[in-house]
């Protein structure tokens, strides 16, 4: 009802979200005023608009990783370089999200993944992930991951995975960053 409806409430505490977009019952039986509005809505639930947000979001929490490492850690180098003698295939540097590199030159690439909703994202990196170890092993390198968000713990078979062929895992809370950083300076 309150989808259908919400709009029409006479309520002065009813949010204008409600309002503004819970009228669709009002257009039942006028199809022109009808289709005009769920195409216009299409925007809101567009998997290419999740897919922008999902990045933006992932993008601030790997932002605020960068910087949290950056204050705990004043005289480590913590940006997106790459990783010296690493890459994917001949050509092309193996990129990650933050390379972590100790004042003694000990290297840990850090992988960032904050999801709300469920996507590929998570499995990507599971895919990789034994891959990504064994390469930075063998090159003398570490591997951590900043894993949280509902869209991630839902996919338990990926985070099991990764979990396996990560040197450190932790979730995105300053408690947890600081098991990261604790782990990080073992690297010294």
């Not at 309002?19 to 019952?25: R, S, V």
């Not at 850090?110 to 034994?130: D, H, L, M, P, Y």
Request: glycine share 6%.
């Amino acid at each position: 009802m309150l989808l259908l409806f919400g709009g029409s409430a006479i309520n002065d505490n009813i949010p204008n979200e409600i309002i503004e977009k819970c009228i669709i019952g009002t257009m039942l039986g006028k199809t022109n005023e009808l289709e005009t509005f769920v195409k216009q809505r299409y925007i809101w639930v567009s998997r290419i608009t999740g897919g922008a947000e999902a990045n933006t979001l992932g993008q601030l929490t790997q932002h605020y990783v960068k910087e949290y490492l950056e204050e705990k850690l004043p005289n480590w180098s913590i940006n997106k370089d790459q990783l010296p003698k690493v890459s994917q295939n001949e050509r092309t540097s193996l990129s990650v999200d933050i390379v972590v590199k100790s004042p003694s030159g000990k290297f840990c690439a850090v992988e960032v993944s904050f999801q709300v909703t469920t996507n590929s994202t998570i499995e990507r990196k599971a895919g990789q992930a034994q891959a990504r170890q064994e390469l930075l092993h063998a090159n003398g390198h570490k591997i951590a991951y900043v894993i949280d968000g509902a869209g991630n713990f839902a996919r338990q078979s990926a985070l099991k995975t990764i979990s396996q062929y990560s040197d450190c895992i932790v979730s995105f809370q300053d408690s947890e960053l600081d098991t990261l950083v604790k782990f990080l300076k073992t690297l010294k």
